[in-house]
T-cell receptor, first 113, second 113 residues
């Protein structure tokens, strides 16, 4: 089944404790991205990747890191999480960007205390 | 400034009626625009894409229009059903060299039986 998976689905952590949210897709997609969704602010893009070893900042990259060492995986790293990073996070992938359907993962709900 | 606006107020309609949702954008020149459906706590699901040279696109009970002069897209659901209740998001890739995908904040549609 074609899908985007994220782990963990729920995470409670404390300020400053490094964490990684994994994202994997099995569709051989080139374009992958991370979004955060907050009430009243909608979906905002954090980082995106056009292909392996090619990443770029979205609209809200501060406090986040990503890597794209393999085509299928695009982990999101929070080196020192803060309470303002409490949010619902989505990973998405598409064959390319322009004119292509984005497939979203199920979401990761993160609470930073 | 650049922005995408969707009606933040919920749209309540009676079953069987046509729902019309609006997406307005400012200071973008998108080559295409997408519409997604999102259910609570889940990732968005792609519905329709319309290109700048297309006036209208249909898929079953769904219809999307794109007016690049008005900088507006309309999303219609005909013969609406309670199962259509969800948040609907529009998204665009800004014109030019950027590879970001920008989402509107979404409109909550509630179809009453």
């Amino acid at each position: 089944e074609a899908q985007v998976t994220q782990n963990p689905r729920y995470l409670i952590t404390v300020t400053g404790k490094k964490l990684t949210v994994t994202c994997s897709q099995n569709m051989n997609h080139e374009y992958m991205s991370w979004y955060r969704q907050d009430p009243g602010l909608g979906l905002r893009q954090i980082y995106y990747s056009m292909n392996v070893e090619v990443t770029d900042k979205g609209d809200v990259p501060e406090g986040y890191k990503v890597s794209r060492k393999e085509k299928r995986n695009f982990p999101l790293i929070l080196e020192s999480p803060s309470p303002n990073q409490t949010s619902l996070y989505f990973c998405a992938s598409s064959l390319s960007l322009r004119g292509q359907t984005q497939y979203f993962g199920p979401g990761t709900r993160l609470l930073v205390l | 400034s650049q922005k995408i606006e969707q009606n933040s107020e919920a749209l309540n309609i009676q079953e069987g009626k046509t729902a019309t949702l609006t997406c307005n954008y400012t200071n973008y020149s998108p080559a295409y625009l997408q519409w997604y459906r999102q259910d609570p706590g889940r990732g968005p699901v792609f519905l329709l894409l319309i290109r700048e040279n297309e006036k209208e696109k249909r898929k079953e009970r769904l219809k999307v229009t794109f007016d690049t002069t008005l900088k507006q897209s309309l999303f219609h659901i005909t013969a609406s059903q309670p199962a259509d209740s969800a948040t609907y998001l529009c998204a665009l890739v800004p014109g030019g060299a950027t590879n970001k995908l920008i989402f509107g904040t979404g409109t909550l549609l509630a179809v009453q039986p």
